[in-house]
């Protein structure tokens, strides 16, 4: 069963770092992209960054020079490096990745990873 596993959220104070990991496991023949998202309790879903299998990025505006996504492809794995966080970036964060398996490309969620930000 493909399933997209999560870990690194936690408590921080505001100017502090977190490294979120997230490891797709399963029959994976390829993977078109993998990114994260974050939802923040009364607020919509939204986009963090993206990677592409070619390597492409994308941020939202909120988090460009401070987050950094990264992969590794042999281990199916992608990486957030948040850096000087804010309190404003306090959320669930989510993995999300579009995948080639045995049925054709699927998207998937992870469980989710809890982040706060003190101030």
């Known amino acids: 069963q493909v399933q997209l596993v999560e870990s690194g959220g936690g408590s921080v104070q505001a100017g502090g770092s977190l490294r979120l990991s997230c490891a797709a496991s399963g029959t994976i023949f390829s993977i078109n992209y993998m990114g994260w998202y974050r939802q923040a309790p009364g607020k919509q879903r939204e986009l963090v960054a993206t990677?592409?299998?070619?390597?492409?990025?994308n941020y939202a505006d909120s988090v460009k020079g401070r987050f950094t996504i990264s992969r590794d492809t042999a281990k199916k794995t992608v990486y957030l490096q948040m850096n000087s966080l804010k309190p404003e970036d306090t959320s669930v964060y989510y993995c999300?990745?579009?995948?080639?398996?045995?049925?054709?490309?699927?998207?998937?969620w992870g469980q989710g990873t809890q982040v706060t930000v003190s101030s």
């Open positions: 990677i592409t299998s070619g390597g492409s990025t």
């Open positions: 999300n990745a579009d995948l080639l398996v045995r049925v054709g490309v699927r998207g998937y």
